[in-house]
């Protein structure tokens, strides 16, 4: 445990090491949404828990260099940025354990919402923060001794997640059985049992429009939902963004084989329109993977899991799912003009 005589370089390299890690998780946190399959979304949670542990490793000398800070500047700087930034970073990694640990859900709320809430204010507070108390670069910054306590502090940090990992899966804990992605299993196999979730705003429409328009070089076919069930099955994870996931066998129709009349243009994109306006752009070469579903575990969709029809993309999170499709066109525009998450 470090003392008040703490050196003043070691305040400043404990400040510089929580803003790297704070970056880290940031960073991660929000490719989080961007990444589905289990290789890339495990080394993302691997090191977004990591740095968000590694946090902690860091709280005894931070803690000197607060109370040092207090004597230097008392009345001088506001701190009101500064604790509210501590508070909001202490529930950010309150809520992202639980999450591992426990689930998805504490008393009815959603415990990752309120993490990423709470980490997306933790980076505005950060910047705030840091542009308040600015450290300038110095030589002394990349010594070999600094670099040899970043390491440390790498080391450490994936050291206790690691330990962290390993205690829930030898403790048989929820957590133990997380997906790659860090989302708890919910449902699988059983429609009934899986959570309906909107994305933001959106709301299950009372008009389900149960005509399809295709629109592709040009024309428009208007489609029923009857006319989809063409018995293309696929088991896919549906894994949303709110921390679970279900594993199910859809059925319905095969992109590919629904495009396959029209002259479709070399490279190109779909547009999958919900009847409440939601929306995704896929790239068309990934037609042959993506099924416009109408049943769900060889049953009807419900209202809430997006009946008539709702499409299912393997590998993608929930929220590229996009519900009561009324509409898929053909474009020319590329898949990544769009937002990068709905807006609805
Ligand atoms: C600077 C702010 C953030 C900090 C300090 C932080 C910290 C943490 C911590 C400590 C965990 C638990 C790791 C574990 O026990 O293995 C966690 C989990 C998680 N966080 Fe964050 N986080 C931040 C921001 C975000 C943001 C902005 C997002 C999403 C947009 C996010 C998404 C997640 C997810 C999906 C998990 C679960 C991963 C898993 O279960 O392995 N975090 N976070
Ligand atoms: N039209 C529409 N489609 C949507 C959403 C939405 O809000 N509106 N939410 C998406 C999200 S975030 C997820 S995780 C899945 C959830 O599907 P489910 O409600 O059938 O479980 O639907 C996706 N499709
Ligand atoms: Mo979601």
Redesign the pocket.
């Known amino acids: 445990m470090p003392t008040g005589a703490l050196p003043r370089r070691a305040g400043r390299r404990t400040n510089l090491g929580l803003l790297a890690?704070?970056t880290v998780?940031?960073a991660?946190?929000?490719l989080?949404?961007g990444v589905g399959t289990p290789l890339p979304a495990r080394v993302v949670?691997?090191a977004?828990?990591?740095?968000?542990?590694g946090?902690?490793l860091l709280v005894p000398w931070k803690s000197v260099v607060v109370r040092r800070s207090w004597h230097r500047t008392r009345g001088r700087r506001d701190p009101a940025v500064a604790w509210a930034l501590a508070a909001l970073?202490g529930l950010?990694?309150l809520?992202?354990?639980v999450?591992?640990?426990a689930g998805t859900t504490v008393g009815g709320v959603g415990v990752?919402q309120v993490?990423?809430a709470?980490?997306?204010g933790?980076?505005l507070l950060?910047v705030l923060h840091a542009v308040g108390s600015r450290q300038r670069p110095r030589r002394g910054d990349v010594s070999r001794r600094a670099l040899l306590q970043a390491g440390g502090l790498a080391a450490g940090a994936l050291a206790l997640?690691a330990g962290?990992?390993g205690g829930l899966r030898l403790t048989g804990a929820p957590?133990g059985r997380?997906r790659a992605?860090?989302?708890h299993e919910r449902g699988s196999g059983d429609p009934a049992a899986m959570p309906v979730t909107q994305w933001f705003t959106d709301t299950v429409p009372d008009d389900d429009g149960s005509a399809l328009a295709l629109v592709a070089g040009g024309r428009t076919a208007r489609l029923h939902a009857g006319d989809l069930d063409r018995g293309d099955t696929l088991t896919a994870v549906l894994d949303c963004?709110g921390?679970w996931y279900a594993e199910q066998e859809w059925r319905g129709v095969r992109l590919d084989r629904l495009l396959a009349g029209p002259d479709l243009p070399d490279g190109g994109s779909v547009d999958v329109v919900s009847v409440t306006g939601y929306r995704r752009r896929l790239p068309l070469a990934d037609a042959g993977s993506l099924l416009l579903a109408t049943h769900c575990a060889g049953r009807p969709l419900s209202a809430g899991h997006g009946a008539p029809v709702r499409l299912v993309a393997p590998g993608r999170r929930g929220y590229w799912w996009v519900k009561w499709v009324a509409r898929v066109e053909v474009v020319d525009a590329p898949w990544w003009a769009q937002p990068p998450v709905p807006l609805q």
Do not use: D, K, N, P
């Open positions: 890690l704070l998780t940031g991660t946190g929000l989080a949404f949670a691997a977004h828990g990591a740095a968000g542990l946090l902690l970073t950010t990694v809520t992202g354990v999450h591992s640990v990752l993490h990423v709470a980490g997306i933790t980076g950060v997640w962290v990992e957590g997380r992605t860090g989302s963004t921390g």
